[in-house]
């Protein structure tokens, strides 16, 4: 399984996420895996960045919380399907929630089996 280290990014004011990791990459191909959920992969068909819009409606949460979570993002792909979770833990008045979406989609890339973490703690 690869895992990467990711550099997280919050636009408050357009309510827009964007997830980049952290290692140098050669861009191939951008796949929507749901409205306003969109995963990049390098020329190798590593997961390298995603783009999340409305994410505080998405999670149904308030803004500020989206400004600074801890992120981890779980993909994996077989023949069939590419599915994805992304998980968000944040503390909201001294408790810690986690909320996430889950996707998956028919895999008509071509992309290869394979599992994959990205992660902002």
Do not use: Q
């Not at 357009?14 to 995963?39: A, C, P, Q, T, W």
């Amino acid at each position: 399984m690869n895992s990467f280290e990711l550099k997280y990014s919050y636009d408050y004011e357009h309510d827009l996420i964007y997830m980049v990791i952290k290692k140098k990459f050669n861009y191939r191909e951008s796949i929507d895996l749901d409205y306003g959920i969109i995963l990049d992969f390098d020329e190798n068909y590593i997961p390298v960045a995603f783009e999340i819009f409305s994410p505080s409606k998405r999670f149904n949460v308030d803004k500020k919380y989206l400004i600074d979570p801890e992120i981890e993002v779980y993909i994996s792909a077989n023949n069939d399907l590419i599915r994805t979770e992304i998980k968000f833990t944040f503390t909201n008045h001294s408790k810690t929630e986690v909320v996430s979406i889950k996707n998956k989609i028919a895999n008509n890339y071509n992309t290869p089996k394979m599992e994959t973490v990205l992660a902002k703690i």
